[in-house]
């Protein structure tokens, strides 16, 4: 089976401008989630989806960050403004019914820097 | 508040050595715990799953063990090899669903 689509693969942006990362899960999976991994860190949840509603998404900065998962398949997730410690690997996950029992497949990520 | 701690932070050993990872967590109710490879640029991959129940587990060269009496999870890696050069992320999920990562350790293995 295909595995989880991102892009871009990466971004250079200076800070204050706007970004934007797309995800393509697994054909088939429920639950979509975008993490942010900080360069020597685990990847920290910053939103969950099931389907095209959203599960969770308490540590999602709402000023600047925003997600939405359409139809309940691709998803995009936007950053604006984007500031300097915005600065991470992107990761997006999908799940066919929920990472408790099934697990997380990983996208390569997309690796955002803000100069 | 539920964590994970990894060590060490980071690690290097010469190929065909072993090497064990450490996962002490504080997830509370306690589902399962996973550990994952996560290869320079790429995204975490499933190594193993262990439950409450289940002492160890093996996926080829790694051996995943799991106190839940202790809340410590181990890997070990037999007979290293240069592609095993990783980070390696413990994730422990808790009965209502919430997974907390570690921040993994990195390991070296140099020829």
């Known amino acids: 089976e295909a595995g989880v689509a991102q892009s871009p693969r990466y971004k250079i942006i200076e800070k204050r401008q706007s970004v934007a990362f797309w995800c393509n899960p697994i054909?088939?999976?429920?639950?979509l989630y975008w993490y942010q991994q900080i360069l020597g860190q685990g990847p920290k949840l910053l939103i969950q989806?099931?389907?095209?509603?959203?599960?969770?998404d308490s540590q999602l900065p709402k000023d600047r960050f925003s997600a939405e998962r359409l139809k309940g398949v691709d998803s995009t997730l936007k950053i604006q403004p984007a500031k300097l410690e915005d600065s991470a690997v992107y990761l997006c996950a999908s799940s066919h019914g929920g990472a408790l029992h099934y697990g997380y497949t990983f996208g390569s990520g997309t690796r955002l820097t803000v100069v | 508040k539920n964590q994970v701690e990894q060590s060490p932070q980071s690690l290097i050993i010469l190929e065909g050595k072993n090497c064990t990872l450490q996962c002490n967590y504080t997830v509370s109710p306690f589902s399962n715990l996973r550990w994952y490879k996560q290869d320079t640029g790429r995204g975490p991959v499933s190594l193993t799953i262990?439950?409450?129940?289940?002492n160890t587990k093996s996926n080829g060269r790694y051996t995943a063990t799991l106190d839940a009496d202790t809340k410590q999870s181990s890997l070990h890696i037999t007979a290293s090899q240069l592609s095993d050069s990783a980070s390696y992320i413990c994730v422990v999920s808790a009965v209502e669903g919430k997974s907390t990562f570690g921040d993994g350790t990195t390991l070296t293995v140099k020829p």
């Open positions: 989806f099931q389907n095209n509603g959203v599960v969770d």
């Open positions: 054909s088939g999976h429920a639950t």
């Open positions: 262990m439950t409450f129940s289940e």
